[in-house]
């Protein structure tokens, strides 16, 4: 069966809500995505490096293994030697060293710099030739087809001369100028410190059982895990001429001489901790190298696919949060997510060694929340300025409205009032033939016009309160006179009901007051109080003192009024159940008009009631 049309409208418009939604949402994430692939576009090695540094320098830094002494050529050793130790004072240190059962000795110096007859020269050369694992480290390279040209000079030649560069981010990476890296094989010939380190620590035989090894230019590299300057214990070169190191402090260790002079950059790097150009020794820096085969340590840097998909990921979390969230409240989040970021990152960095990207995620951060929040700016200003004009549209249509009741009410007064005048004559003239049907009809029309004449008025005070308020007219009035005034003029109605107005006015003092404000708020309570309650039943009113308030009260003995009812008793044209379904007709503007007046005076009006037992209104007014 087919549905009606309307019904079909209604869900063709749920369906192209749907898509329309759907729609929306698709392509911010596909703004967000293209603007995360343009970021993971430029080059950021120096920023993400900075960051490393920084959590290289925030993190606890692993212990040394205990395997590697560095012994050092420092200021002291010069002093003792009496100049930069010669070949001879290197023989002396070599043969003290051999006593104390290394697992092997590293020289990290250059030959050509160490001074010597020849006959001094040949002596080191014998004495180092006699030790089965002694090195000595050089920057250069062998490519694969040059094997063996790698060697020294005569009368070194058959020391053994090993690879075991230091990799600075010069021309590559970070173009800082920092050590990160250190190479592990160059075109599969192994270097140094991987197989100084396959005696501690054999899986890393393995080259795929070291961690965070990856690939650069025909080497396989990886991140030095570095520790601060100064980590590892220093032997200075000319105790071991003295005679005072232990055998324990050397014995099974790979031993690494090289000097601390501070004659030249060559001899140092610069670290993650430090931009120092005499930041950390080369021969620390072998220390380090060694220890993160030992250990098994190093850094594993996070793939490019996972960088880029975190990229991703948090550029459409931070459009998500530009379109969905307050600007200000939308600003804290973004803050926040920053803050996540980056402690997400440390921690997966400490303790877990792993190397996730920030500056790319960062930057998308940045860029996505000052690239999209001009263009929600935009669109906010729109519909402000679209709910401005509405308002105004309102606001017109809302003036002309009231101009219109006011115009009207004031046009209507005049022939209700004539009606009211010759109704009054006509049934003040005793000589005027009238037959009691007839009476009864003009009596009929003179309460009728009546009624129709307080409807009036109170359109008349609600058109004026809505346009441009009501200014009191402060009197001193007595309380209970005013009470007494609203009583007189509603006996004959209570009559007619055969009901009974009973009152107690305790003696009050003069209140400041507008008096026809308060005399209508107290006609329409007293004039409700009559109307719905039913026939030969009482009202009674009261008036009292109390902390410095004026209290008038008016109950009657009625239905009552639902407890749900009663928040929106004073609100404008509204009438309660129990009122709606009775014959007597009203404009729902009674009670608004007299909370309102009561609030003019710095009053307040409350109401309580109970279903079958009655109501009470209470009118307080301050004692100005």
Not at 18 to 37: D, E, Q, S, Y
Not at 75 to 100: M, N, Q
Request: with cysteine.
């Amino acid at each position: 069966m087919a549905l009606p049309p309307s019904l079909k409208t209604k869900e063709s418009l749920s369906r192209w809500d749907r898509i329309k939604f759907l729609g929306i949402i698709v392509f911010r994430v596909a703004l967000a995505t293209g603007l995360a692939l343009f970021i993971h576009q430029i080059k950021l090695d120096f920023f993400e490096a900075y960051l490393y540094d920084l959590r290289i320098r925030y993190s606890p830094s692993p212990e040394p293994s205990g395997h590697v002494q560095i012994v050092e050529i420092n200021p002291e050793s010069v002093e003792y030697f009496k100049g930069i130790p010669r070949f001879a004072d290197h023989t002396r240190v070599l043969e003290e060293i051999k006593k104390l059962s290394p697992k092997a000795i590293v020289y990290d110096l250059n030959y050509d710099e160490i001074s010597g007859t020849p006959p001094e020269k040949l002596k080191f050369a014998k004495a180092a030739d006699t030790v089965d694992q002694l090195f000595v480290l050089t920057n250069f390279l062998e490519m694969r087809g040059e094997e063996g040209k790698l060697r020294l000079s005569e009368p070194f030649e058959k020391l053994k001369l090993f690879s075991g560069p230091k990799s600075t981010d010069t021309a590559n990476f970070a173009k800082d100028g920092v050590t990160r890296r250190m190479m592990v094989n160059y075109q599969d010939q192994l270097m140094l410190h991987p197989y100084l380190a396959a005696s501690f620590n054999s899986e890393i035989t393995d080259k795929y059982k070291i961690r965070g090894l990856f690939d650069f230019l025909e080497t396989d590299q990886l991140y030095i895990r570095f520790r601060p300057t100064n980590a590892y214990d220093k032997i200075p070169f000319h105790y071991l001429a003295q005679g005072k190191v232990s055998k324990q402090a050397i014995q099974n260790k790979i031993v690494i001489i090289g000097q601390n002079l501070e004659l030249t950059e060559k001899d140092y790097i610069l670290t993650p901790y430090s931009r120092s150009s005499i930041a950390m020794t080369t021969t620390e820096m072998h220390a380090n190298m060694l220890d993160t085969l030992i250990l098994n340590n190093a850094v594993v840097r996070a793939p490019q696919w996972v960088n880029l998909a975190i990229t991703i990921l948090i550029s459409i979390i931070t459009v998500y949060i530009v379109f969905a969230v307050r600007p200000a409240f939308g600003l804290l989040i973004i803050i926040s997510l920053f803050l996540t970021y980056v402690a997400f990152a440390y921690f997966a960095f400490w303790p877990l060694g792993f190397w996730i990207s920030m500056a790319h995620p960062l930057l998308a951060i940045f860029l996505c929340y000052y690239f999209f929040i001009p263009y929600r700016l935009i669109i906010e200003n729109r519909r402000s300025w679209e709910y401005y004009e509405k308002n105004k549209l309102l606001k017109q249509v809302e003036e002309l409205k009231t101009n219109f009741i006011s115009m009207m009410s004031h046009d209507l007064k005049t022939p209700i009032a004539r009606i009211k005048g010759m109704t009054d004559v006509i049934l003040s003239d005793s000589q005027a033939v009238v037959s009691v049907s007839q009476r009864e009809a003009v009596d009929t029309i003179r309460s009728s016009s009546d009624d129709l004449l307080k409807f009036i008025n109170s359109i008349l005070n609600y058109a004026k309160i809505e346009f441009q308020g009501v200014e009191l007219h402060w009197q001193s009035k007595d309380p209970n006179n005013l009470m007494s005034d609203v009583i007189k003029k509603h006996e004959f109605l209570a009559q007619l009901k055969k009901m009974k107005i009973h009152s107690e006015l305790e003696p009050l003092f003069p209140v400041k007051m507008d008096p026809d404000l308060m005399r209508q708020v107290l006609s329409n309570i007293l004039e409700n109080a009559i109307k719905y309650a039913p026939e030969q039943t009482q009202i009674s009113v009261r008036t009292f003192e109390k902390d410095g308030f004026v209290f008038f009260e008016i109950a009657d003995q009625g239905l009552g009024i639902p407890a749900q009812e009663l928040p929106h008793l004073f609100t404008k044209f509204y009438r309660s159940a129990n009122a709606k379904s009775s014959p007597i007709k009203g404009s729902g503007l009674g009670l608004y008009l007299a909370k309102y007046f009561t609030e003019l005076h710095q009053g307040a009006i409350f109401v309580e009631s109970e279903t079958g037992k009655g109501t009470i209104f209470t009118v307080q007014l301050p004692q100005l």
